[in-house]
């Protein structure tokens, strides 16, 4: 199948320069969440510091360094660092701490929202949890430490009018970082390059090398900050364009309407693109869901019917 590219859609994040821990305001909860995520499934190494593979601290240490904040190397002396807050009062960007050795601190983690923390844990390498877990991490729970505070409250305007929360669970919901290895897998791109123009992917992003792929190609172009924005979510409405203008679809024949998807729409003609290729059938109760956010096995679903 003949593939063209997609448009750029992209959420704006606030811009950060780089401080000291001590010192200087910090990035947005946004620039953390999205630092934070960009590692999503580096393995589990005990004593890495690497995106060849991560220890708790190692991990911890690798993000806050993105967000130019140093932190010691253990997760022992990182407890030694930051203000105490409790349980309670956690925001995003907060450290939290477990013992699970039986003897002290022995775990770290990046508090993000909605009772979750992202972490490097063995077996799983780096990944989201509830902090609440009744059948291991909860009761490991030791406390937590504020080593600075970001800027906002977690939410940032998208380029269609919405808001988004910074706090989405990309266990479930697809990131644009992963759109994008999907998406580079389903055109059979060479993802060995991993140096791309976008000031929020580096080279050691598990992102890096599709994302620099699909810029070559055209695909991605970057926002007017000049970033990708790997941590943000896309909607389904955003989603259909996403597809309609990758693999070249054409409308074929009548499609069924959906009642939220007006004639006036601006996504109007890529849902209906979608809708009468069959890609999509909706939701099942007339609506097509476009402001919902798109989930890992949509993606895979959409993509799957889109190169048949």
């Known amino acids: 199948m003949k593939k063209k590219y997609l448009l750029p859609i992209f959420a704006a994040f606030m811009l950060f320069a780089g401080t000291d821990s001590n010192t200087a305001e ?7 969440t999205t630092t934070a995520y960009q590692y999503i499934g580096v393995p589990y ?4 510091t690497t ?13 806050y360094s993105d967000l130019g904040i140093k932190l010691s190397r253990t997760s022992t002396s990182q407890y030694q660092e930051g ?5 309670g009062n956690l925001q995003t960007g907060d450290l939290v701490f477990f013992n699970t ?11 993000i929202g909605n009772n979750k923390f992202i972490h490097s844990q063995t077996g799983d390498g780096v990944s989201v949890t509830n902090i609440n877990d009744p059948y291991y991490w909860g009761k490991r729970y030791v406390g937590a430490k504020r080593i600075t505070t970001f800027s906002d409250s977690g939410k ?3 380029s269609a009018g919405e808001v988004k929360d910074a706090a989405i669970d990309f266990s479930i919901y697809a990131s644009r970082g992963e759109v994008a290895i999907q998406l580079a897998k389903a055109m059979g791109l060479d993802t060995s390059n991993t140096n791309s123009s976008f000031t929020d992917v580096k080279p050691t992003s598990k992102y890096a090398g599709a994302v620099a792929a699909l810029q070559k190609e055209g695909v991605f172009t970057g926002d007017e900050n000049g970033k990708f924005n790997p941590g943000s979510p896309l909607t389904r409405a955003q989603m259909a364009k996403v597809l309609v203008i990758a693999f070249d679809l054409k409308q074929a024949g009548d499609a069924p309407s959906f009642t939220d998807v007006p004639a006036s729409h601006w996504s109007h003609e890529y849902v209906s693109t979608l809708a009468s290729t069959g890609i999509t059938v909706g939701k099942g109760d007339g609506t097509f869901g476009l402001k919902e956010n798109v989930t890992l096995k949509q993606l895979a679903a959409f993509i799957d019917r889109a190169t048949r």
Do not use: M, P
């Open 101 to 111: 050795s039986g003897s002290g601190i022995s775990h770290v983690g990046i508090y």
């Open 45 to 48: 190494v005990y004593g890495g």
């Open 51 to 63: 995106t060849s593979g991560l220890d708790c601290s190692g991990y911890t240490r690798l993000v």
């Open 156 to 158: 940032t305007v998208a």
């Open 26 to 32: 910090a990035a947005s909860a946004n620039e953390l």
């Open 83 to 87: 203000k105490a807050v409790s349980k």
